[in-house]
């Protein structure tokens, strides 16, 4: 069992949709990620969130947008998404959002979105 | 900014069989590296991670990986590959003071009966 939760686990929707992808730990970590995972490919880093502030964006459209309500809580916010956005849409959570010293990212599940 | 290379797309063992798949990473102060695997359609869970000390770092899943500075690589080992173990791999490097983690492309294990 993952420690981080992520919801839901499959995602359709058509290009003039809006939806949100959630995730949830409990374990006491104040930085929060997005990873976006293409088939056979690794994981690309989306967002951080650090102490619930947005530390890290990677030039993501904006079509995407993140949301940290609390410490426990990440959000994705997508709308007018296309059809390239199709990926695995992963969050993780670390320890210490200063250092990746001695915290290694704690993966969930991921969601599998499909946009039609 | 820090990097990783694994040359190593797709490799295939037979059950019982050594193991070893290659990570070399490009980063100019001491890396954090990382092994993650990952099971078709799960997230990815940590293997094994060195930060300092000893080169030689145990696992979990009876995974070791060795630190090497002079050849900046950080090899993951198996000795006897189980059927189970059939999944994909990825190297990641970090960096002190940021959480700019970034993934190898990933090694694809097949394990053969």
């Known amino acids: 069992d993952t420690e981080v939760t992520q919801t839901p686990k499959h995602l359709v929707m058509g290009m003039t949709n809006k939806k949100s992808l959630k995730c949830e730990q409990h374990?006491?970590?104040?930085?929060m990620y997005w990873y976006k995972q293409k088939a056979k490919k690794p994981p690309e880093l989306m967002f951080v969130y650090s102490y619930e502030k947005l530390s890290i964006n990677e030039s993501v459209p904006s079509r995407f947008s993140p949301e940290c309500p609390n410490s426990s809580l990440l959000n994705l916010h997508l709308h007018a998404l296309q059809p390239e956005d199709s990926a695995l849409y992963l969050c993780a959570s670390s320890q210490d959002s200063g250092s990746s010293y001695n915290s290694p990212l704690h993966f969930g599940n991921g969601t599998r979105l499909t946009v039609t | 900014a820090q990097s990783v290379t694994q040359p190593d797309i797709h490799i295939t063992v037979s059950e019982g069989a050594s193991l070893e798949l290659r990570c070399n990473y490009s980063y100019g102060a001491t890396p954090y590296l990382f092994w993650y695997v990952q099971s078709p359609g799960q997230g990815l869970q940590l293997l094994l991670k060195?930060?300092?000390?000893?080169?030689l770092v145990q696992g979990i899943k009876g995974f070791e990986a060795e630190f090497k500075r002079s050849q900046s690589s950080f090899n993951l080992r198996k000795p006897s590959v189980h059927w189970s173990d059939a999944a994909e791999y990825f190297c990641a490097v970090g960096a002190y003071n940021n959480n700019d983690m970034r993934f190898g492309a990933g090694t694809r294990l097949t394990v053969k009966p």
């Open positions: 374990m006491g970590h104040r930085a």
């Open positions: 060195y930060f300092s000390g000893d080169t």
